[in-house]
């Protein structure tokens, strides 16, 4: 499992960016992904997750009605699509994916594979 994040930026508040997450080593379908960020000083926070065949999504407060995670299995991408950003979203966002679940979590505890992370900066 080799999970390649991509898209995060500079972008002003109110603006949107795609965050992308690629596996370049095992096909994506089968597996839960989520989406976690992390700024400094503070813990990883569950962002959004998706269960293996995209027909189940979750999302904590703070991404609910802004952000929506999505696949495409055939492109073996997961996606995070962010919109009206704020400031305090400016973070490094991290895609994750399991070993064997196919449901969706929300502790970082119950993924295995993680990327390196993409920034995400949003000024105000």
């Known amino acids: 499992v080799q999970l390649q994040a991509s898209g995060g930026g500079l972008v002003l508040a109110g603006g949107s960016l795609r965050l992308s997450c690629a596996d370049s080593?095992?096909?994506?379908?089968?597996?839960?992904m989520g989406w976690f960020r992390q700024s400094p000083g503070k813990e990883r926070e569950f962002v959004a997750a998706i269960n293996w065949s995209g027909s189940s999504t979750y999302y904590p407060d703070l991404a609910k009605g802004r952000f929506t995670i999505s696949r495409d299995n055939a492109k073996n991408t997961v996606y995070l699509q962010m919109n009206n950003l704020k400031p305090e979203d400016t973070a490094v966002y991290y895609c994750?994916?399991?070993?064997?679940?196919?449901?969706?979590?929300?502790?970082?505890?119950?993924?295995?594979?993680w990327g390196q992370g993409t920034l995400v900066t949003v000024s105000s």
């Open positions: 080593g095992r096909t994506l379908s089968g597996y839960a």
């Open positions: 994750a994916t399991t070993s064997s679940g196919r449901m969706w979590y929300t502790r970082p505890s119950r993924y295995d594979y």
